[in-house]
């Protein structure tokens, strides 16, 4: 049915006087109304398991501590008080999934309130160890120990921790206080029923197992992409340091028992081939006698983003130096691209079992390298060969593979080759490059709901280079 504009006038009308007659004869009797809206809904205890929670009527929140290894799926609230005259949805004896944060609605008369109920384990650990803002310290959780490798140049019985540990914890002795290591030391972690007792120590070495290398003088001094590389090495291969190359240009270090050296290195906007890596790489060019004389006698390389380039100047390719990718780009770190899912790239026909693959976090295509999640910001900092008779050089797989000698291992969407090897022969060691714009260490920021999952095969990845460079 419609209804004219004239219609609707008089409906409305009527619609107004039948209210407004009902509302003032409703008012001359009591002026009172049905709605109760003076009932209080407070909770004013719980306990689930027996477990008092904590209660914050600012909030309205509970949150009960229970220990760091306790079973959460299905505790029992045991007691609940709530007020006067109120009712609740969840009721005295009733089992919760407490895996999750629960909605608790207590109502009272024609007003109510949630509260929202969560538990938090009592943990006591210590999730990051980092001496004089540098050296980071690798942690065993099973066996509460931390080892933390530092140069023998260091004065071990002054060096200062920077601690994190769980929240609400309390840690002894405290993190930015200087201690003497050249002994273990043992850090005490306390929260409420949790307690944690962790050893800690230094080891002051002059033969680095490993070393990470760039252009600062320090470690801090990295760019974030590169600190962030860096600090995952400190942390995870034992026996590893940071090294400029003006310190190996000086021979301060003793590389005899090292087996690789690892340079991962960023630009804004680009290394751009031959001429650019010449322009921009000085510091390593300065450096390549050192790094020739490290190779030809045996050590190995991991050479990521645009460092990826050096293997032509160091005689890997012969005397040919234009053998450099020659196709590159990349973004600025603080404008990086949003990642709206996962970001992948292809393992290369026949080399699914190579060691580089081995351990990774599957997708949905088991022959696709997962690389970030979504909500990552990723610079998509590229350093690869394309392949094609459009461009000069490389006019086929086969024509890459004779010129330069390396050994295709990755291939991005449109066949470019983004990872691959140069396999150690004649007494030089290996080296393996990755230069696949999906391979990144550094996000500025991330987007509400990041989790982090396909991402962590970056380090899969290197744990598995590392590995295989040096076994």
């Not at 090495?233 to 021979?251: E, Q, T």
């Not at 010449?278 to 045996?298: C, I, M, P, Q, W």
């Not at 991330?446 to 396909?454: C, K």
């Amino acid at each position: 049915m419609k209804l004219s504009i004239k219609n609707l006038i008089g409906w409305f009308t009527c619609c107004l006087f039948f209210t407004t007659t009902v509302g003032i004869t409703a008012c001359s009797e009591d002026n009172t109304s049905d709605l109760r809206l003076d009932g209080d809904c407070l909770v004013t205890s719980l306990a689930l398991d027996n477990y008092q929670g904590n209660i914050d009527l600012a909030t309205r929140s509970i949150v009960v501590r229970l220990p760091e290894v306790y079973e959460t799926s299905a505790m029992t609230l045991t007691s609940l008080t709530i007020s006067n005259g109120a009712s609740c949805n969840i009721a005295q004896g009733d089992k919760l999934n407490m895996d999750a944060a629960q909605v608790l609605r207590v109502t009272n008369g024609d007003t109510y309130l949630n509260w929202t109920v969560s538990v938090l384990h009592d943990e006591a650990r210590i999730t990051s160890f980092v001496i004089n803002d540098i050296y980071t310290g690798s942690i065993d959780q099973n066996d509460k120990t931390i080892t933390v490798y530092v140069p023998a140049s260091i004065d071990i019985t002054n060096l200062v921790p920077t601690i994190v540990y769980s929240k609400n914890a309390s840690i002894t002795p405290g993190s930015g206080v200087p201690q003497d290591f050249s002994q273990p030391v043992t850090y005490t972690v306390k929260n409420n029923s949790a307690e944690s007792t962790y050893t800690v120590t230094v080891v002051a070495i002059n033969k680095p197992a490993a070393l990470f290398v760039g252009s600062a003088a320090t470690m801090n001094e990295l760019d974030n992409e590169a600190k962030a590389a860096c600090e995952w090495m400190l942390g995870n291969v034992p026996g590893s340091l940071y090294a400029s190359f003006a310190d190996l240009r000086a021979g301060t270090l003793d590389l005899s028992q090292c087996k690789v050296i690892w340079w991962h290195w960023h630009v804004d906007w680009a290394v751009d081939g031959h001429d650019q890596f010449v322009a921009k790489g000085f510091d390593a060019l300065d450096t390549k006698n050192e790094l020739r004389s490290f190779y030809e006698n045996g050590g190995s390389l991991l050479l990521t983003r645009y460092a990826t380039n050096l293997p032509s100047f160091i005689g890997v390719t012969g005397d040919d130096e234009w053998t450099t990718p020659n196709n590159c780009w990349g973004g600025e770190e603080v404008s990086a691209e949003l990642c709206g899912g996962p970001w992948t790239f292809r393992i290369f026909d026949g080399q699914a079992d190579h060691p580089l693959w081995q351990d990774l976090i599957l997708g949905d295509n088991p022959n696709e390298v997962y690389c970030t999640d979504a909500g990552y910001h990723i610079t998509n900092s590229t350093a690869q060969y394309h392949i094609g008779t459009d461009w000069g050089g490389f006019d086929d797989y086969n024509a890459w593979t004779t010129r330069t000698g390396g050994k295709i291992l990755g291939v991005g969407g449109d066949g470019a080759i983004v990872a691959w090897e140069y396999p150690a022969h004649d007494g030089r060691g290996g080296i393996v490059c990755i230069g696949s714009g999906c391979y990144d260490w550094y996000s500025y920021t991330f987007e509400a709901g990041y989790v982090e999952n396909y991402h962590r095969n970056i380090s899969i990845i290197t744990q598995n280079a590392i590995k295989y460079l040096t076994k």
